[in-house]
């Protein structure tokens, strides 16, 4: 494993899994149940201070550099210079308007990578005390009621409400995160309607589990994450990474 | 958000597998060229053609191209692709042809060898030289999806659900047109590939 020697970047890891959940997204029609190898996940999302590290030490990914492929004009539009947060961007908020790319980038920068989104919806399922908090009416409710606030408040800082049973923090409630196969979540169904033939239709029906339809807050990340292009960059959407548990 | 759900609840899924990735490299031109910032020549991937040729990316610069992703154990759709883009090759005058890359990179490294690509190739009558079918390892194929806007998830089993769409690239590699519709001809995609090869 290969840590940033920046001080800005320690990173702090848990280890989560291996396991076995029913995902909102099953992988296939008739297998509702997904197995995880154990990972480590960040417990915290990457902040502008520990971006701004990764950006002046690989300058390839300064807004005023980077390929417009891989990131769009919005890239770190919040920061006050390419390399400077100045005074509206805060070193212990979350980092937002990062494209896929530039998140994956820093990610593999630190000997990581982006999670997947079972990785990522596994790690969500748990509360402050239990692993998988997703029967608890009262919690989705409460994690629900973030989608509904408005954004146009100044972001709170990382690592500010209680971590989760496994003692990773702001899964719900901060930012919305990238995940490395946000464009294999749902697939747009262009792929079926060619040529009027059935025979085009080789991705299962059914699609979503209906047992946990009523998970709007994992469903929206679905959604969210779906929309995305991977040069896409908005101002609540950063990340997290991850790496295989040896 | 309604939008969202709605078309949350009706889209199919299926499965995932994570993939390995890769450290992250710009891509090296000859001093003096530059590729501009939005070309997909900006990815500095690696292939491998049917021949077991390897090939990058930026290879493809000087033509225009038409480009899409497939897999060769797909039976609906992916001949479907083939077939349509060699409509498209049909339908230009013969110095135009010459001038017209024409890409199909596989979703699918595990199964698409060389030898699966070859037998695609014969199979659909894709064997001119001005036709790649290329490999690229499964951290590449996440990126190349990437930057072309296609969405895939390979299933339990061997298959992939994926966009299927044609793609044009300038001879820069930007991107100037897409279309999903394969059944007929598009009349605006039509017209900016001729446009390209004007």
Known sequence: ?246 | MKVWLAMLLSASACALAPGAEHEHQHAVLPPGETIPGESIYQLPLKMTDRHGRPLSLTAMRGKPALVTMFYTSCDGVCPMLAFSMRRMEAALAPEQRKRLGILMVSFDPQRDTQQALNKFAKLHKLEDPSWVLARTPESSVRELAAVLGIRYRPLPGGAFSHSTVILLLDKQGVIRARTSNLAERDADFMRALNRELK
């Open chain 1, 1 to 246: 494993m290969l840590f940033a020697t920046a001080a800005t970047a320690a990173a702090d890891w848990v280890r989560i899994g291996p396991g076995r959940f029913d995902s909102v997204l099953p992988p296939a029609p008739n297998i509702t149940s997904v197995t995880l190898a154990a990972y480590h996940l960040d417990r915290r999302p990457v902040t502008n201070a520990q971006f701004l590290a990764f950006v002046r030490a690989h300058p390839q990914w300064r807004r005023d550099r980077v390929a417009r492929l891989f990131a769009d004009p919005q890239y770190l539009s919040h920061w006050s210079e390419a390399t400077e947060l100045g005074s509206s961007a805060q070193a212990r908020q979350p980092v937002t308007r990062v494209s896929w790319f530039a998140a994956k980038a820093y990610c593999e920068a630190h000997g990581a990578r982006l999670p997947a989104w079972y990785e990522w919806e596994y790690a969500a399922a748990a509360d402050e005390k239990s692993p998988d908090a997703r029967g608890n009416a009262a919690w989705k409710q409460r994690i629900l009621a973030w989608y509904g606030k408005p954004s146009s408040q100044p972001l709170g800082e990382v690592g500010r409400s209680p971590p989760n049973y496994y003692g990773v923090f702001d899964l719900h409630g901060l930012v919305w995160e990238w995940t490395i196969d946000y464009n294999a979540l749902l697939v747009s169904n262009d792929s079926r309607e060619q040529g009027g033939a059935d025979r085009a239709k080789f991705c299962g029906e059914g699609a979503l589990s209906t047992a946990d339809r009523e998970n709007y807050a994992v469903l929206m990340r679905i959604a969210f994450l779906s929309s995305l292009e991977a040069n896409y960059t908005t101002a609540n959407l950063g990340f997290r990474c991850a790496m295989d548990a040896p």
